[in-house]
């Protein structure tokens, strides 16, 4: 991937310094770009919104802000066991994270659909085609902002074409080191 970009931060919530890459397909993606553009890069973004601090496990799409409560659900042990569960790729993993930690102090609408555009997906690579389907098309009823509702139409696609390729996901770790 292009224009490769690295951000230093300090992790907000254990003081630890973090190194993140900014794939160069998280420059602005405007709503009218959504149909338009490959699917991959696209579907790496979303879980490129999110990071990990190697030393603490603290996901979120800045490690180096913390909402006030994000330290202690941190150490939540639902948020430790989904931190390192096998049952998903890693990616994935620290996404769910970064949702549990919205959750507990209280999700807005955003997080929850960001969520539920990740279940979509896994439902997908895992051959559920019909609830990928009724779940991508759950989402879309509540109309969500324009990038998830982007996603969301592409699932349908690769739905419809029984399209279970996990290539995104791989792009993603190949683009984004997490
Ligand atoms: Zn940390």
Same mark, same amino acid.
């Given at each position: 991937?292009?224009?490769?970009? !690295? /951000?230093?931060? $300090? ?21 009218? %770009?959504? %149909? ?8 790496? $973004? ?25 330290? %202690?659900?941190?150490? +939540? ?10 049952? !998903? ?5 620290? !996404? ?8 507990? +102090?209280?999700?807005?609408? @955003? ?8 279940? =979509? ?17 759950? =989402?879309?009823?509540?109309?969500? %902002? ?7 139409? /592409? ?11 996990? @290539?995104? =996901? ?5 683009? =984004?080191? /997490?």
């Amino acid at each position: 991937m292009t224009g490769l970009r !690295f /951000l230093n931060t $300090t992790c907000a919530v254990c003081g630890e310094p973090c190194r993140f890459s900014i794939p160069g397909a998280a420059a602005p993606i405007g709503s009218r %770009d959504l %149909d338009t553009r490959p699917a991959e890069p696209l579907r790496s $973004t979303i879980y490129a919104w999110v990071r990990r601090c190697p030393s603490c496990g603290y996901c979120s799409p800045d490690p180096g802000r913390a909402p006030d409560g994000a330290a %202690d659900a941190v150490k +939540l042990p639902r948020y430790r066991e989904q931190l390192d569960s096998r049952r !998903f790729p890693r990616v994935a993993n620290t !996404f769910l994270c970064w949702s549990i930690i919205q959750e507990d +102090l209280g999700a807005p609408a @955003h997080a929850a659909w960001a969520d539920e555009a990740l279940l =979509v997906d896994i439902l997908r690579r895992a051959g559920r085609l019909r609830e990928a389907r009724t779940e991508a098309l759950r =989402v879309l009823e509540g109309d969500p %902002d324009p990038l998830i509702a982007g996603i969301m139409r /592409l699932q349908i696609r690769l739905i419809t074409a029984s399209d279970r390729a996990a @290539h995104t =996901v791989a792009e993603a770790r190949r683009s =984004v080191p /997490l």
